[in-house]
């Protein structure tokens, strides 16, 4: 334990902590063809955003105030725990979730829920702990690392891949998402993506990935998309986005029931706009959370206004508009008041 660690206040502070949600766009190499695994491409999105706020309190304690996932106050519980055994900083604590992602749906809400929550608690006391540091505390970013950089700054973001000793991803390159582009969100809520032992054996089973279809993706990615994406270029943007995820989509197709799609209603939905507009379609991790990227707010509302005329965007499906966020997560020092100040609530 480093010194800096140990030299902490009495009482924390109370803070809020804000993590903005994330799509998976694609994985570049998952066969390590060079010897390095993954790599990924990744949005920061402006809906869907996690809120967790800590104070001072006599005992440890979980409040959840977003209640659709009842293992969210157990999983906190669980983080504060550990977060107080890492860095010797046992004063107990009230930990407030405002708000929270849906769960294993493609919107990176364990990594939010994550470094929310670490963030709050090293601010509060003073603690110097970037979010690759939390996220290793915490058991994040074992293949991505978009939702740990998309925390730090926000944006289009490519990372490198976690490193061999277990490390999480190197920050590659960041691009502004451009302003007028919007994603359509399609959500099956009757659907989960995998995740847990079933994503551990999935992934353990992948077939290889052959060096060459890890080049094509690279290249789609570094000459195509990025550029696309920095000259506010659509057309190349979309025709990019969809390449990656048709190739990717087929090589994780056995472990999502044959489908590029976890979910079918999605499936139907998205080809259904691809097929019709020039947008940039996929699945977001495992899904089921499938989007499509449109060039504009209007064409956004085009697109959605005859999907849903047209009965592909209906039952269980819920279709939303978001767009890119360039900016990261975010904290605010709340001023405590007396009886905090006396560690009680």
Sequence with gaps: ????????????AR??????????LGFLDPSASLGRHFASLGLVIGDFGTCVEVQ???????VVHDSRDPRLAQRLGQMLARLQGETAAGHPLRVVLHRAAPAHCGLGSGTQLALALGSAFADAHGLKLDSRSLAAMLGRGERSGIGIAGFEHGGLLLDGGPGADGRPAPLLARAEFPAEWRVILVMDESRHGLHGGAEHRAMANLPPFATQRAAAMCHQVLMKILPAAIEGEFEPFAEGVSEIQRELGAYFAHAQGGSMFTSPAVAHALEWIGARYTAGIGQSSWGPTGFAF???AARASEVLDAARAAGVVAGELRALVTGGRNRGGEREFVQPTASARNGRR
């Design 56 to 62: 001072p309190a006599s005992i440890n304690e979980v």
């Design 15 to 24: 803070v809020v902590a804000q993590a903005p949600a994330r799509i998976h």
């Design 294 to 296: 449109v060039e504009s």
């Design 1 to 12: 334990m480093s010194q800096s660690l140990r030299q902490i206040a009495a009482v924390p």
